[in-house]
């Protein structure tokens, strides 16, 4: 399976159609637009209103709606057996010479005594580990794309403390090479989020990491979105000249943007209801923080001092939404009865820390101690080199739980790299565990995958083998890896 540049192959024309592995399957399709984006396929784009004169597309602020909607189709894929393999499931013990049967995309089995179906490509994992995906909860890929520089520096919107109104998939580069280099670490999902500079960032992006030319063609169907919220000295830092300049000013600048939503949502709400009268304006800030009041949208909020998160727990009891996560939270070891309490995660590093004054309390038991307290721990990146090693960072802080006296297991530690990472999206229903009926992302490691030593040999999504270390010529390689390729331009 060959997956190389689709941009420059595809958008020549010529070499597509001799280049079967990145033209996605022609089913099951998965993307259906949304009930909301299809009731405005039948107005006017352009004038606002349809032929009988009702307010049309582009005019409308409906619940839940998605105007740029998830494209993404499965590869074609094979029927697999990986056998007499470990295999971590996260959601049970780890299993001894078992076997996982990948097919139609899904996990159809798990267990000892699964065998192969006449059809099946079947590998032999002796030796191997097999783990769920890795879910990277924090990234700026494709915002943030390489090889840097200003011409590509798009994450942050650092105009306006409230900048509810972006999306960072109208940043995402979805020829940034980063992303191959995260597939051969093992992840398969990513949320890609705007940067820390304002107390709202915008929108994130949920991303199966996938070969495309577009970044709906990568978009994770049916994922709600996240809104990027940040806390502390970031805001105070950019905003320090224009305010708001203090925490107390940042909380009352959340206080405020909520309450004008809470406005603006009973404004649509009322006027969906009976449609009388012309419909109130659209705002796309206040569209995007009325989606967080109604549960539709998920709040990933930037914060690292316990106070300022118990805080933050407060400001969301007071209009009625929760934080699903918060996102480097070096002090969340401070107030993790807090989280379990509110249902709150905490997405950290394993031993970042002391770089600046709210990150001085850091301290490398963190990820441990929130998870040992009940609370949802996790790992998170925020750095390009650092997703492409999520395992070794969960090691890492499975050993600093180990030495500061807490049992941490495998089977536990696994899950701060998967299944945690997949409730903070509200996606572990579909990912972030081997168990039949999710989708069939998987990584097949050369041993322990809390080793230094081991590496990613194969990676699955959605049943399609999208890496294999074993074959480099086939796998996806971005038009910065390919660089001049002769005889392939006019």
């Known amino acids: 399976m060959r997956i190389t540049s689709l941009f420059l192959l595809c958008a020549a024309g010529v070499a597509c159609a001799h280049n079967p592995a990145p033209t996605p399957a022609a089913s099951p399709s998965t993307s259906a ?62 299993m001894q010479n078992a076997s996982i049967l990948l097919r139609d995309g899904k996990i159809v089995a798990v267990g ?81 989020l705007p940067g820390s500079a304002n107390l709202f960032g915008g929108r994130s992006a949920i991303l199966k990491v996938v070969p495309s030319r577009t970044v709906q063609g990568m978009k994770f169907p049916g994922a709600k979105y996240g809104v990027k919220m940040a806390c502390g000295e970031n805001p105070k830092r950019v905003y320090a000249s224009r305010g708001p300049s203090t925490r107390m000013g940042n909380v009352a600048g959340y206080r405020t943007a909520y309450i004008q939503a809470a406005e603006y949502r009973r404004k649509w ?16 800030g206040q569209e995007t923080l009325a989606e967080v009041l109604r549960g539709d949208i998920l709040p990933q909020m930037h914060c690292y001092r316990a106070d300022e998160m118990a805080q933050m727990l407060d400001v969301a009891k007071e209009f009625g939404f929760k934080i699903r996560a918060f996102h480097h ?27 600046k004054e709210e990150a001085m309390d850091g301290i490398r038991a963190n990820i441990a101690l929130v998870d040992a307290a009940g609370a949802k721990a996790m790992i998170h990146s925020d750095d390009p080199s650092g997703s492409q090693r999520l395992n070794q960072e969960v090691a890492k802080a499975m050993y600093a739980g180990r030495a500061a006296g807490i049992n941490v297991t495998e089977d536990e ?39 230094v030593y081991t590496k990613a040999e194969k990676v699955w999504i959605d049943g399609a083998m999208l890496f294999n270390r074993d074959d480099p010529a086939q796998n996806w ?12 331009t006019r």
């Open 33 to 94: 637009p949304s009930s909301s984006a299809t009731a405005g396929a039948t107005a006017s784009a352009t004038s606002g209103r349809d032929s009988a004169g009702k307010p049309g597309i582009g005019a409308l602020s409906l619940p839940n709606a998605n105007p740029f909607p998830s494209t993404y189709v499965p590869f074609p894929s094979h029927t697999t057996l990986i056998r007499n393999a470990t295999i971590m499931t996260a959601a049970g013990p780890t």
């Open 112 to 192: 000892t005594s699964v065998t192969a179906p006449a059809d099946a490509v079947v590998i032999d994992g002796t030796g191997k580990y097999v783990t769920p995906g890795i879910i990277d909860v924090h990234s700026h890929l494709g915002v943030y794309a390489a090889p840097g520089g200003g011409g590509l520096n798009d994450g942050n919107e650092a105009t306006n403390p409230n900048t509810s109104y972006v999306w960072a998939e109208h940043s995402v580069w979805p020829q940034d090479p980063q992303f191959p280099r995260i597939l051969a670490g093992g992840v398969t999902t990513v949320q890609i």
């Open 269 to 284: 709400d009322e006027w969906n209801a009976n449609h009388k009268g012309p419909p109130p304006a659209r705002d796309l």
């Open 329 to 355: 939270a070096v002090e969340a070891y401070k107030i993790a009865d807090l989280l379990r309490e509110n249902g709150t995660g905490a997405a950290m590093w394993a031993d970042w820390g002391g770089f």
């Open 413 to 451: 530690a696994v899950k701060w790299m998967t299944i945690n990472p997949a409730w903070a999206l509200e996606l572990d229903d579909k990912i972030g565990s081997l168990e039949p009926g999710k989708d069939a992302d998987v990584v097949l490691w050369s041993g322990d995958p809390f080793s």
């Open 477 to 488: 390689r971005t038009d910065f890896d390919l660089g001049y390729v002769k005889g392939e």
